[in-house]
């Protein structure tokens, strides 16, 4: 069940907490979607994360940026509790979505991630028809009442992720047999057909060539007029072109968050400097 819109909290005490995060808040800020509070993450004795609070704006991409092993990833996984998975991993603090608890023991983490879509760094299409990776997760979900319903879901998802027009002759034909870029986009339509909040992406044009990046870049610009997105990024050039605001990791803290713009011309901390200038990372 959708949580109702009213439930978001708006851009909040993070600017009045104490904390070692730099921040900068949007001039004109957009309502919050996810709400994260001092989350650390163990791996057993090893602590990956530190304290980290930040806010998820709805309606935009938030990227995060960050050396090799910082901990971007981890946070990413904790927001749709793919971290659930992992043997001896524990997660602290608190994360909300629309001002629900999702570590509250009562949700269905199957239903969370319903809402919570994710696209992993390499495209991984099931070994199945194109309509059918597209149609598994409204399925599972029942979504469709009728066979037209799901036909309706595959090609408005299809659409979305900007693949029908390549696509509509071989539904029937193997996911796998697709390019590594429409691939991509095959995931991304998986991911939006159970009509997500938020879509988390892990690298997304990490395994792609420079014209499938470009297209996946479109894409995802088009889809923030609807989705509220996070993506962990390599790429500071990506970073800058598609998101709108971008947080900063190094080694399992978050130094630095704000505007992207901002972040890439006048950042705060000498840490988000160095990297960006490429001192380190």
Same mark, same amino acid.
């Given at each position: 069940m959708h949580m109702p819109t009213d439930k978001i909290v708006p851009q909040s005490d993070l600017y009045s907490r104490e904390s070692t995060t730099a921040r900068t808040p949007d001039e004109n800020p957009l309502p919050v979607r996810v709400k994260a509070r001092d989350v650390s993450v163990f791996y057993g004795q090893k602590q990956a994360l530190f304290d980290v609070s930040i806010d998820v704006p709805e309606k935009s991409v938030? +990227?995060? #940026? @960050? /050396?090799?092993?910082?901990?971007?990833?981890? =946070?990413?996984?904790?927001l749709n509790r793919m971290n659930d998975t992992i043997e001896g991993c524990r997660v602290s603090g608190l994360i909300a979505l629309d001002g629900s608890d999702i570590y509250d023991p009562s949700l269905d983490p199957?239903?969370?991630? &319903?809402?919570?879509g994710m696209v992993f760094q390499k495209p991984n299409p099931f070994p199945k028809s194109i309509y059918e990776n597209v149609a598994y997760g409204p399925r599972i979900h029942g979504l469709a009442r009728s066979?037209?319903?799901?036909?309706? #879901? !595959?090609?408005? $998802?299809?659409?979305? +992720?900007?693949?029908? $027009?390549?696509v509509k002759d071989r539904l029937h034909e193997a996911g796998t047999g697709l390019s590594g870029g429409q691939q991509q986009r095959l995931c991304i339509a998986r991911a939006i &057909? !159970?009509? /997500?909040?938020? #879509?988390?992406?892990?690298?997304?044009?990490?395994?792609?060539d420079p014209i499938a990046t470009a297209r996946i870049e479109e894409l995802i610009d088009e889809l923030r007029q609807n989705y509220t997105i996070v993506i962990v990024t390599h790429s500071m050039q990506q970073a800058a072109r598609v998101s709108q605001r971008t947080a900063f990791f190094h080694l399992g803290n978050l130094v630095e968050e704000g505007p992207t713009d901002? #972040? =890439?011309? $006048? /950042?705060?901390?000498?840490?988000?400097?160095?990297?960006?200038?490429?001192?380190? @990372?």
């Open positions: 938030t +990227a995060f #940026i @960050g /050396p090799s092993g910082c901990g971007k990833s981890t =946070f990413l996984r904790c199957v239903e969370l991630r &319903a809402r919570v066979r037209s319903d799901m036909d309706a #879901i !595959v090609e408005s $998802s299809l659409q979305k +992720a900007g693949l029908w $027009s390549e &057909a !159970v009509s /997500p909040e938020v #879509i988390l992406m892990d690298e997304p044009c990490s395994a792609l901002l #972040i =890439f011309t $006048s /950042p705060v901390e000498k840490r988000t400097q160095d990297y960006i200038t490429g001192r380190y @990372g």
